[in-house]
């Protein structure tokens, strides 16, 4: 283990240098997450699996302490309000994170993701070519979605970063909160933080188009009203990237569709339908190969077959047809792909199948193999 992490917050002059100390042990560590628990040492998330940090459990008095650390006055008395709180916190040379307090039998405690100490390239997230197509779109509406801790966000600033070094445009983003802060390239960048440059999602996006954006970037599509504004600028010559929290592509289109009332879910469509470019489905998933989390996804292409089937309100089986014949225009399914990384080594068997939800397609490829081997 790297770095000699101190829990005791008597060894520091204040809990703040001890929370200090923990928050440079999880970046040692290339950690994701550090969890502040009473009665448990600090844990640190590392490549999917929780692992104590060497130290003392932690007590009501210290854990208190260290979260309080975090907090300005007017944040405290928004805790003590509302008894759960989310924000961003920066400490010189040390980083960005993204912090959740929260109570728990009456004890505050702690959710900090560690926030990115350098952008992942478009490159190297393993996702296809066909991406970055989907990036070099004028306008339109490209969604990132997936389970929570899948790397949607990764995906999301990527995305920003492929276009802020290939465009001159405007950026403007939604985000809460920052967990990166882009240097403007080729494109000027804004990037503004819910609670600390807006109020909400559906107010910063109802005064966004008026700040002559190219490039509208989108934290996370909540609400109904949120999705909406994002589907007028998509129709409206604007390139939309909003992330999601769904599970698989064609589910995601009959989500969004469903947030809306009964009496406005055709229009709905009709918008959907002309204005989606594409969805990025993924998650990340145990390596069998070497340590580490390896990105899985599944890629629809927003074709025209796909159009009419959103316009025409076709089942997720119909669209799942629909990407399987459609491997020319980069589509792919999460089945075929999880059998791609079953096949490559890269993945076990059971982490394949419990990914998938047509086990099917992967078993019968699995057994062929094993019938290949045999004979």
């Not at 296809?128 to 790397?151: D, H, N, Q």
């Not at 990105?295 to 292409?301: A, M, P």
């Not at 020319?328 to 394949?352: P, Q, V, W």
Request: hydrophobic share 40%.
């Amino acid at each position: 283990m790297r770095g000699k992490p101190l829990t005791e917050i008597g060894q520091h002059r204040t809990a703040s240098d001890a929370l200090h100390q923990l928050l440079r042990y999880a970046i040692s560590q290339d950690a994701s997450d550090l969890h502040l628990i009473v009665g448990m040492p600090p844990i640190v998330r590392v490549h999917g699996e929780l692992i104590s940090v060497p130290g003392e459990r932690l007590t009501k008095e210290a854990t208190e302490a260290l979260c309080l650390s975090m907090l300005s006055e007017s944040q405290k008395t928004f805790f003590e309000q509302n008894w759960s709180i989310c924000f961003g916190y920066s400490v010189d040379n040390v980083g960005y994170f993204r912090v959740t307090l929260y109570r728990h039998k009456g004890n505050t405690e702690a959710a900090i993701r560690i926030g990115r100490q350098s952008l992942m390239l478009l490159e190297e997230t393993g996702l296809p070519e066909v991406v970055k197509e989907l990036a070099r779109k004028p306008t339109g509406l490209i969604l990132i979605v997936g389970p929570a801790g899948s790397g949607k966000t990764t995906t999301f600033y990527a995305l920003l970063d492929f276009i802020n070094r290939e465009r001159r445009c405007k950026i403007i983003t939604v985000e809460d909160p920052v967990e990166y802060y882009h240097e403007n390239r080729l494109s000027v960048i804004v990037q503004q933080e819910v609670g600390t440059d807006v109020k909400s999602f559906s107010e910063a996006l109802a005064h966004i188009l008026r700040q002559d954006p190219n490039v509208i970037g989108i934290g996370e599509a909540r609400d109904l009203e949120t999705i909406a504004i994002a589907l007028e600028a998509a129709s409206t010559g604007h390139l939309v990237l909003a992330t999601l929290h769904t599970g698989r592509a064609p589910e995601t289109i009959n989500r969004i569709i469903d947030m809306f009332p009964a009496h406005e879910q055709t229009l709905a469509r009709a918008q959907l339908s002309a204005s989606l470019q594409g969805i990025i489905c993924q998650r990340l998933l145990p390596r069998l190969d070497k340590p580490g989390r390896v990105l899985s996804y599944e890629i629809l292409i927003a074709t025209t077959a796909i159009r009419t089937m959103i316009r025409e309100s076709k089942s997720e089986g119909m669209i799942y047809s629909a990407m399987q014949l459609g491997r020319d225009h980069g589509m792919t399914i999460l089945e075929n792909h999880l059998k791609e990384l079953y096949e490559r080594g890269i993945i076990s068997y059971d982490t394949a199948i419990s990914n998938a939800q047509f086990p099917e397609r992967i078993r019968a490829g699995a057994e062929l193999e094993e019938a290949e081997q045999q004979i």
